[in-house]
Protein backbone atom coordinates (compact mmCIF):
# COMPACT_ATOMS: atom_id res chain seq x y z
CA UNK A 1 0.00 0.00 0.00
CA UNK A 2 2.80 2.41 0.79
CA UNK A 3 4.22 2.28 -2.82
CA UNK A 4 0.53 2.52 -4.35
CA UNK A 5 0.13 5.42 -2.08
CA UNK A 6 3.56 6.62 -3.28
CA UNK A 7 2.72 6.63 -6.94
CA UNK A 8 -0.69 8.35 -6.79
CA UNK A 9 -0.28 11.50 -8.03
CA UNK A 10 -1.23 14.33 -5.20
CA UNK A 11 -2.42 17.50 -4.48
CA UNK A 12 -2.06 19.05 -0.84
CA UNK A 13 -4.78 21.57 0.34
CA UNK A 14 -4.08 22.47 4.01
CA UNK A 15 -0.34 23.03 4.82
CA UNK A 16 0.76 26.18 6.58
CA UNK A 17 4.49 27.17 5.21
CA UNK A 18 5.70 28.12 7.99
CA UNK A 19 4.65 24.55 9.78
CA UNK A 20 7.06 23.00 7.17
CA UNK A 21 9.89 24.93 8.78
CA UNK A 22 12.05 21.80 10.14
CA UNK A 23 14.53 22.17 12.63
CA UNK A 24 17.37 21.67 10.63
CA UNK A 25 16.61 24.62 8.23
CA UNK A 26 15.40 26.43 11.40
CA UNK A 27 19.13 26.34 12.74
CA UNK A 28 20.51 27.71 9.34
CA UNK A 29 18.26 30.39 9.64
CA UNK A 30 19.05 31.21 13.23
CA UNK A 31 22.64 31.10 12.48
CA UNK A 32 22.01 33.42 8.87
CA UNK A 33 20.44 36.43 10.79
CA UNK A 34 22.39 35.82 14.10
CA UNK A 35 19.75 34.49 16.41
CA UNK A 36 20.40 32.52 19.60
CA UNK A 37 17.90 29.25 19.73
CA UNK A 38 17.14 27.80 23.19
CA UNK A 39 18.21 24.22 21.89
CA UNK A 40 21.43 22.87 21.84
CA UNK A 41 20.59 20.76 18.77
CA UNK A 42 17.91 19.42 16.09
CA UNK A 43 17.24 16.08 18.51
CA UNK A 44 16.40 18.66 21.62
CA UNK A 45 14.05 20.88 19.43
CA UNK A 46 12.27 18.04 18.00
CA UNK A 47 11.87 16.46 21.67
CA UNK A 48 10.24 19.72 22.32
CA UNK A 49 7.43 19.29 20.27
CA UNK A 50 4.84 17.99 22.70
CA UNK A 51 1.62 19.62 22.61
CA UNK A 52 -1.54 18.22 23.49
CA UNK A 53 -3.66 20.62 22.20
CA UNK A 54 -3.97 23.58 19.67
CA UNK A 55 -2.98 26.27 22.20
CA UNK A 56 -0.23 24.25 23.33
CA UNK A 57 0.63 23.48 19.38
CA UNK A 58 0.60 27.50 18.16
CA UNK A 59 2.93 28.82 20.99
CA UNK A 60 5.76 26.56 19.84
CA UNK A 61 4.90 27.44 16.22
CA UNK A 62 4.82 30.79 16.53
CA UNK A 63 8.03 30.38 18.53
CA UNK A 64 9.77 28.57 15.72
CA UNK A 65 9.20 30.97 12.57
CA UNK A 66 10.85 33.93 14.61
CA UNK A 67 13.94 32.55 12.71
CA UNK A 68 12.19 33.72 9.68
CA UNK A 69 13.72 37.47 8.23
CA UNK A 70 14.44 37.81 4.80
CA UNK A 71 13.03 37.62 1.21
CA UNK A 72 15.29 34.61 0.92
CA UNK A 73 14.64 32.70 4.17
CA UNK A 74 11.00 32.73 3.15
CA UNK A 75 12.35 31.23 -0.02
CA UNK A 76 14.21 28.71 1.48
CA UNK A 77 11.21 27.48 3.55
CA UNK A 78 9.23 27.64 0.46
CA UNK A 79 11.53 25.23 -1.96
CA UNK A 80 12.75 23.19 0.98
CA UNK A 81 8.73 22.09 1.33
CA UNK A 82 8.11 21.99 -2.42
CA UNK A 83 10.90 19.89 -2.47
CA UNK A 84 9.83 17.20 -0.31
CA UNK A 85 6.40 17.35 -2.09
CA UNK A 86 7.51 16.80 -5.69
CA UNK A 87 9.02 13.58 -3.88
CA UNK A 88 5.71 12.82 -2.33
CA UNK A 89 4.88 13.04 -5.81
CA UNK A 90 2.39 16.16 -4.89
CA UNK A 91 1.82 17.60 -8.35
CA UNK A 92 -0.42 21.16 -6.98
CA UNK A 93 -0.47 22.55 -3.16
CA UNK A 94 -2.64 25.60 -2.54
CA UNK A 95 -0.53 27.00 1.00
CA UNK A 96 -1.32 29.04 3.52
CA UNK A 97 1.03 31.92 4.84
CA UNK A 98 0.28 33.80 8.10
CA UNK A 99 1.52 37.74 7.26
CA UNK A 100 0.10 38.85 10.49
CA UNK A 101 2.67 36.17 12.09
CA UNK A 102 5.80 38.43 10.28
CA UNK A 103 4.58 41.84 10.19
CA UNK A 104 3.26 42.30 13.90
CA UNK A 105 7.04 41.53 14.47
CA UNK A 106 8.25 43.18 12.20
CA UNK A 107 8.85 42.03 8.99
CA UNK A 108 6.92 43.36 5.51
CA UNK A 109 4.37 41.77 3.97
CA UNK A 110 6.20 41.79 0.94
CA UNK A 111 9.46 40.50 1.60
CA UNK A 112 7.23 37.54 3.38
CA UNK A 113 5.17 37.44 -0.05
CA UNK A 114 7.62 37.76 -2.52
CA UNK A 115 9.73 35.19 -1.05
CA UNK A 116 7.02 32.63 -1.10
CA UNK A 117 6.24 33.93 -4.83
CA UNK A 118 9.66 32.94 -6.29
CA UNK A 119 10.05 29.78 -4.47
CA UNK A 120 6.54 28.98 -6.06
CA UNK A 121 7.98 30.25 -9.51
CA UNK A 122 11.12 28.28 -9.70
CA UNK A 123 8.89 24.96 -8.54
CA UNK A 124 6.83 25.21 -11.19
CA UNK A 125 9.41 24.95 -13.61
CA UNK A 126 12.13 23.29 -11.92
CA UNK A 127 10.42 20.06 -10.06
CA UNK A 128 7.23 20.08 -11.56
CA UNK A 129 4.75 21.32 -8.88
CA UNK A 130 2.30 23.77 -9.20
CA UNK A 131 0.83 25.76 -6.23
CA UNK A 132 -0.45 28.67 -5.10
CA UNK A 133 -0.95 30.79 -1.93
CA UNK A 134 -3.71 31.36 0.34
CA UNK A 135 -3.25 34.17 2.73
CA UNK A 136 -4.70 33.27 6.18
CA UNK A 137 -6.06 35.82 8.60
CA UNK A 138 -4.86 35.07 12.47
CA UNK A 139 -8.68 34.94 14.05
CA UNK A 140 -6.99 35.82 17.64
CA UNK A 141 -5.96 39.74 16.59
CA UNK A 142 -8.38 41.70 15.75
CA UNK A 143 -10.36 42.00 12.89
CA UNK A 144 -9.22 45.54 11.74
CA UNK A 145 -5.64 43.92 12.12
CA UNK A 146 -7.25 41.17 9.11
CA UNK A 147 -8.52 44.05 7.04
CA UNK A 148 -5.45 46.21 7.50
CA UNK A 149 -3.90 42.78 5.97
CA UNK A 150 -6.47 42.31 3.87
CA UNK A 151 -5.89 45.47 2.14
CA UNK A 152 -2.06 45.27 2.04
CA UNK A 153 -2.47 42.14 0.22
CA UNK A 154 -4.15 43.91 -3.18
CA UNK A 155 -1.62 45.05 -5.21
CA UNK A 156 -0.60 41.44 -4.82
CA UNK A 157 -3.57 39.71 -5.46
CA UNK A 158 -2.72 37.97 -8.62
CA UNK A 159 -0.58 36.23 -6.62
CA UNK A 160 -3.07 34.83 -4.24
CA UNK A 161 -5.96 32.50 -4.79
CA UNK A 162 -7.93 32.97 -1.52
CA UNK A 163 -8.26 33.43 2.32
CA UNK A 164 -8.45 31.48 5.35
CA UNK A 165 -8.50 32.28 8.93
CA UNK A 166 -6.10 30.37 11.41
CA UNK A 167 -4.84 30.24 14.92
CA UNK A 168 -6.60 30.22 17.72
CA UNK A 169 -10.09 29.24 17.53
CA UNK A 170 -11.59 29.44 21.07
CA UNK A 171 -13.67 32.91 21.54
CA UNK A 172 -12.75 33.66 17.68
CA UNK A 173 -15.80 32.79 15.44
CA UNK A 174 -15.94 33.39 12.04
CA UNK A 175 -18.84 36.00 12.45
CA UNK A 176 -16.07 37.84 13.88
CA UNK A 177 -14.61 38.25 10.36
CA UNK A 178 -17.74 39.05 8.42
CA UNK A 179 -16.75 42.05 7.07
CA UNK A 180 -13.47 41.00 6.35
CA UNK A 181 -14.71 38.00 4.48
CA UNK A 182 -17.21 40.12 2.61
CA UNK A 183 -14.81 42.43 1.07
CA UNK A 184 -12.53 39.77 0.42
CA UNK A 185 -15.23 38.28 -1.95
CA UNK A 186 -15.67 41.71 -3.55
CA UNK A 187 -11.97 41.61 -4.40
CA UNK A 188 -12.01 38.36 -6.09
CA UNK A 189 -10.50 35.88 -3.71
CA UNK A 190 -11.92 32.50 -2.98
CA UNK A 191 -13.00 31.94 0.88
CA UNK A 192 -12.14 29.27 2.93
CA UNK A 193 -11.48 29.08 7.01
CA UNK A 194 -10.88 26.63 9.57
CA UNK A 195 -13.18 25.10 11.69
CA UNK A 196 -10.49 23.25 14.28
CA UNK A 197 -10.93 19.73 15.56
CA UNK A 198 -12.81 19.74 18.85
CA UNK A 199 -13.17 23.47 19.89
CA UNK A 200 -15.47 24.91 21.44
CA UNK A 201 -18.46 26.12 19.62
CA UNK A 202 -16.77 24.18 16.68
CA UNK A 203 -20.06 22.94 15.06
CA UNK A 204 -21.40 26.44 15.46
CA UNK A 205 -18.40 28.26 13.60
CA UNK A 206 -19.25 25.20 10.70
CA UNK A 207 -22.37 26.71 10.68
CA UNK A 208 -21.30 30.65 10.82
CA UNK A 209 -19.06 29.74 7.93
CA UNK A 210 -21.34 28.36 5.69
CA UNK A 211 -24.42 30.63 6.07
CA UNK A 212 -23.13 33.46 7.16
CA UNK A 213 -19.80 33.89 5.42
CA UNK A 214 -20.39 31.27 2.51
CA UNK A 215 -17.21 30.01 2.34
CA UNK A 216 -16.11 28.44 -0.62
CA UNK A 217 -14.16 25.30 1.38
CA UNK A 218 -13.60 24.34 5.43
CA UNK A 219 -10.58 23.77 6.61
CA UNK A 220 -10.58 20.36 9.11
CA UNK A 221 -14.05 20.92 9.61
CA UNK A 222 -14.93 16.96 10.46
CA UNK A 223 -16.73 18.17 13.25
CA UNK A 224 -19.66 18.76 11.28
CA UNK A 225 -20.44 14.95 11.36
CA UNK A 226 -22.35 16.29 14.62
CA UNK A 227 -25.58 17.70 12.94
CA UNK A 228 -26.72 15.71 9.95
CA UNK A 229 -28.59 19.16 8.89
CA UNK A 230 -24.86 20.94 8.18
CA UNK A 231 -23.62 17.76 6.38
CA UNK A 232 -26.94 18.10 4.01
CA UNK A 233 -25.51 21.85 3.89
CA UNK A 234 -22.26 20.79 2.72
CA UNK A 235 -23.32 18.49 0.32
CA UNK A 236 -25.73 20.87 -1.34
CA UNK A 237 -23.13 23.60 -1.73
CA UNK A 238 -20.01 20.74 -2.88
CA UNK A 239 -18.22 22.17 -0.07
CA UNK A 240 -15.07 20.00 0.51
CA UNK A 241 -13.33 19.36 3.68
CA UNK A 242 -9.59 19.68 3.98
CA UNK A 243 -8.74 16.89 6.46
CA UNK A 244 -5.66 16.47 8.87
CA UNK A 245 -5.31 12.97 10.37
CA UNK A 246 -1.94 13.17 11.64
CA UNK A 247 -2.51 16.85 12.82
CA UNK A 248 -5.89 15.73 14.56
CA UNK A 249 -4.13 13.43 16.74
CA UNK A 250 -2.29 16.53 17.63
CA UNK A 251 -4.53 18.70 19.14
CA UNK A 252 -7.37 16.32 19.79
CA UNK A 253 -7.93 12.72 20.68
CA UNK A 254 -7.33 10.75 17.65
CA UNK A 255 -6.98 10.81 14.45
CA UNK A 256 -10.82 10.88 14.12
CA UNK A 257 -10.58 8.23 11.05
CA UNK A 258 -13.89 7.27 11.89
CA UNK A 259 -15.88 10.38 11.51
CA UNK A 260 -13.91 10.59 8.33
CA UNK A 261 -15.12 7.51 7.17
CA UNK A 262 -18.56 8.12 7.72
CA UNK A 263 -18.40 11.88 5.47
CA UNK A 264 -16.56 9.82 2.92
CA UNK A 265 -19.85 7.26 3.31
CA UNK A 266 -22.30 10.48 3.33
CA UNK A 267 -20.27 11.64 -0.03
CA UNK A 268 -18.66 14.54 1.36
CA UNK A 269 -15.67 15.35 -0.37
CA UNK A 270 -13.09 14.78 1.95
CA UNK A 271 -9.49 15.40 0.91
CA UNK A 272 -6.36 14.26 3.10
CA UNK A 273 -3.39 16.56 3.94
CA UNK A 274 -0.78 17.51 6.02
CA UNK A 275 -1.02 20.61 8.08
CA UNK A 276 2.03 21.18 9.59
CA UNK A 277 4.05 18.58 9.28
CA UNK A 278 7.17 19.14 10.70
CA UNK A 279 5.86 19.67 13.74
CA UNK A 280 3.35 16.65 13.09
CA UNK A 281 5.62 14.69 11.80
CA UNK A 282 3.90 13.25 8.48
CA UNK A 283 3.38 15.26 5.26
CA UNK A 284 0.47 14.24 3.03
CA UNK A 285 2.45 10.38 2.15
CA UNK A 286 2.19 9.52 5.64
CA UNK A 287 -1.46 11.46 6.21
CA UNK A 288 -2.87 9.32 3.85
CA UNK A 289 -0.77 6.18 5.30
CA UNK A 290 -2.05 6.37 8.64
CA UNK A 291 -5.58 6.94 7.42
CA UNK A 292 -5.42 3.72 5.21
CA UNK A 293 -3.72 1.98 8.21
CA UNK A 294 -7.00 2.55 10.86
CA UNK A 295 -9.47 2.63 8.29
CA UNK A 296 -8.50 0.12 5.81
CA UNK A 297 -8.69 1.66 3.02
CA UNK A 298 -8.66 0.02 -0.74
CA UNK A 299 -6.53 1.38 -3.92
CA UNK A 300 -9.74 2.77 -5.18
CA UNK A 301 -11.00 4.85 -1.91
CA UNK A 302 -7.70 6.47 -1.67
CA UNK A 303 -7.48 7.03 -5.48
CA UNK A 304 -10.81 8.90 -4.77
CA UNK A 305 -9.36 10.81 -1.84
CA UNK A 306 -6.71 12.70 -4.22
CA UNK A 307 -9.62 12.60 -6.85
CA UNK A 308 -11.77 14.50 -4.04
CA UNK A 309 -8.37 16.75 -3.84
CA UNK A 310 -8.15 17.53 -7.31
CA UNK A 311 -11.90 18.61 -7.76
CA UNK A 312 -12.42 21.19 -4.75
CA UNK A 313 -8.33 22.83 -6.42
CA UNK A 314 -9.03 26.42 -6.50
CA UNK A 315 -7.86 25.63 -10.35
CA UNK A 316 -9.73 26.49 -13.65
CA UNK A 317 -11.66 23.04 -14.86
CA UNK A 318 -9.54 22.29 -18.22
CA UNK A 319 -6.29 22.36 -15.43
CA UNK A 320 -8.36 19.95 -12.72
CA UNK A 321 -8.83 18.11 -16.11
CA UNK A 322 -5.24 18.07 -16.64
CA UNK A 323 -4.45 15.98 -13.28
CA UNK A 324 -7.97 13.86 -13.06
N1 LIG B 1 -5.03 25.22 13.35
C1 LIG B 1 -5.15 26.54 13.55
N2 LIG B 1 -4.20 27.39 13.24
C2 LIG B 1 -3.08 26.93 12.73
C3 LIG B 1 -2.88 25.59 12.49
C4 LIG B 1 -3.92 24.70 12.82
O1 LIG B 1 -3.83 23.47 12.64
N3 LIG B 1 -1.64 25.46 11.97
C5 LIG B 1 -1.12 26.69 11.86
N4 LIG B 1 -1.99 27.59 12.33
ZN1 LIG C 1 -4.37 24.15 9.53
Redesign the pocket.
Known amino acids: MRDFIAGLPKAELHL?I??TLEPELKFELAARNGLELPYASVEQMRAAYTFDS?PS??EI?YEGMRVLRTEPDFYDLAMAYLTKAAEQNVRYAEIFF?PQAHTSRGVPFDVVIRGLRRALLDADTRLGVRAQLIMCFLRDFQAEYAMATLLESLPYKEWIAGVGL??D?KGNPPRKFAVVYERARQEGYLLTM?C?IDQDDTVEHIRQAIEEIGVDRIDHGVNVIADLRLVEAVLERGLGLTC?PI?NGH?SDGMKAEDIRKLMDLGVRVTVNS??PAYFSGYVQENLEALQGALRLTRDELADLERNAFEIAWLPRHLKDAYL
Open positions: HEGLFLYDDSEHDCSVDD
